[in-house]
């Protein structure tokens, strides 16, 4: 066992940050009260909320601070957007769009609607993951009453050009949602420039509790529940508030709005350094995802001839924390539908490695990571019957 | 903390008879690179015993740890008994595999097996 624990699996979970603990503690026992309450105990909790509300509003440059609905996580954003546009928007039109390469809540959404009678259309992605623009505007009928796309890949690290998609979605008078869990502690978002109507946003990504999210929706969007109950959040999440957790997503957004830029170009130099190590040290070694329009904490590189558990567990050996689309890591036993919609073929999938950086990394930890991989990658490929034998050594 | 036992990861960390062998009596390969497990097994057979057996594998960690374990198994066993062993045994042998590794990844009985039928065939003897 190593003496060194380095986390570069933040893609995955980070801690809370502590600023965001401390706000958090006196509303669980001394702020207790119901938001819903008309009394002092639960109109204080209802301060509390909304005060978190106006800074998720401020982290994405939205306009008018009703917009913003708490839920239990980005996977219920997300369905909510995608579901309650669709039922909403049912006598308008039966189709909607998204991208071959968003995340399950987004895509398993999309095939629960179509069990449901919705037409659905996955746009395809280019080889660095960018969604094809042709196609999106070839997909859209007159029957279409939402596009889904993320504004960055988690995986891969491709940010997506969201901007024109909204133009294009916009023009058509076709509501947009966004996934921006990958990109919203990384990029600057702004809804309005972006002409984005529905975005999805995680507390645990900005370093908030695990377990709330929200749901950005513009005013005027075309939108139903999809639970019933005591109508909180506008009719549109039912259930008492986590107030606790609102108030921490609140916090982690104040502080990634204050500390966003630097963090990103810090991240950004790591990222680069540790890319530039890994490809120039080992042979057939790749790097997956754009090369340039990337998020600063993303790392995906894909090693030939090995297996990515396996790697994982090496590394893990070293005190090294990583990701992998393997097959052997994920709970179908297929490799990341992400990596195979890039357009690589099932080994090539099955040998990636994905790094998420985060605020506790340093240079050292790159450097560290640079230079055991090598001999890891080695190791492997050494007992693989695939290496070519000049690659043996 | 790991998913797997002690005795998968030091198989893992350390495997046996990781290697190819040029001259061999029989090879037996199953498995697939689309699928993430790969394993080659070769045997040297003498006097009706393996004498010597190597493994390559491409997969995860249990895929490398049972590899490794079926050439324990199997080093100086008779053909009779080394064809007796099942991936049951090369489970067992490494205190257990986790659930959804029983089948994808627990390949190393079938590539003996494969090998020593590969022997046979060579040898024209009859199964």
Redesign the interface.
């Known amino acids: 066992m190593s003496a060194r624990r380095i986390y570069m699996d933040c893609a995955a979970g980070v801690p809370v940050d502590p600023r965001v603990l401390e706000a958090m503690k006196p509303y669980f026992t001394d702020v207790y009260g119901n938001p819903s309450s008309v009394h002092s105990f639960g109109q204080e909790a209802k301060k509390a909320v909304e005060e978190a509300r106006n800074r998720i509003t401020n982290l994405i440059g939205a306009e008018i601070k009703d917009e913003i609905i708490f839920t239990s996580g980005a996977t219920e954003s997300s369905n909510l957007a995608i579901k309650g546009v669709a039922y909403r928007n049912k006598s308008k039109g039966d189709h909607i769009i998204t991208s071959t390469i968003e995340h399950m809540s987004v895509i398993n959404a999309f095939k629960y609607l179509q069990k449901e009678g919705f037409k659905t259309t996955f746009i395809p992605v280019d080889k660095y993951g960018v969604v094809d623009l042709e196609a999106l505007k070839k997909a859209i009928t007159d029957q279409t009453t939402l596009v889904s796309i993320m504004y960055a890949n988690g995986e891969i690290g491709t940010i997506e050009p969201v901007k024109e998609i909204g133009e294009i979605v916009h023009e058509k008078n076709i509501s947009f949602h966004v996934d921006a869990v990958a990109a919203e502690s990384q990029v600057p978002i702004n809804v309005v420039n972006e002409h984005i109507d529905l975005l999805t946003l995680s507390s645990n990504d900005l370093y908030g509790p695990k377990g709330v999210g929200a749901l950005y929706i513009k005013s005027g969007t075309r939108i139903q529940s999809i639970i019933q109950g005591g109508g909180q959040e506008k009719g549109l999440r039912s259930g008492t508030e986590d107030v606790p957790g609102i108030v921490g997503m609140g916090k982690a957004a104040e502080i990634a709005l204050k500390e966003r830029s630097q963090e990103s170009s810090r991240l950004s130099k790591l990222r680069d350094r540790l890319i530039k190590g890994v490809l120039e040290k080992i042979p057939y070694s790749f790097l997956n995802g754009h090369p340039t329009k990337r998020l600063p904490n993303n790392a995906n590189l894909r090693f030939s ?3 990515g ?2 790697l994982i ?1 090496s590394l ?2 070293e005190g090294v924390y990583v990701s992998s689309g ?3 890591t994920s ?1 179908t ?1 297929e ?1 990341s539908h992400v990596l195979l919609n890039i357009g690589l ?3 090539e999938a ?1 040998g990636s490695l994905l790094f998420t950086l985060g605020r506790h990394i340093k240079e050292g930890d790159v450097d560290y990571v640079v230079e055991i991989l090598p001999g890891i990658v080695k190791r492997l490929r ?5 290496t070519p034998k000049e690659l043996r050594g | 903390m790991s998913m797997y036992t002690e005795k998968v990861m030091e198989h893992f960390k350390n495997p046996r008879n990781m290697g190819e062998i040029p001259d061999a009596d029989g090879v037996g390969t199953v498995g697939n690179p689309v699928c993430g497990d790969l394993m080659t097994v070769y045997i040297k057979i003498k006097n009706n015993h393996i004498e010597d057996i190597k493994f390559k594998t491409f997969g995860c960690g249990a895929a490398i740890a049972t590899s490794s374990m079926i050439t324990e198994l199997a080093k100086g066993k008779t053909i009779e008994e080394a064809m007796k062993i099942t991936r049951g045994d090369v489970a067992e042998s490494l205190g257990g595999l986790p659930p959804i590794k029983m089948h994808c990844s627990n390949l190393a009985a079938d590539a003996l097996h494969a090998a020593i039928k590969d022997y046979q065939v060579k040898k024209g003897v009859k199964q």
């Open positions: 001839y090995i297996e558990e396996s567990l893990d050996m393997s097959a052997c709970k036993l490799p073929k099932h080994e099955h050494m007992i693989s019957p695939l």
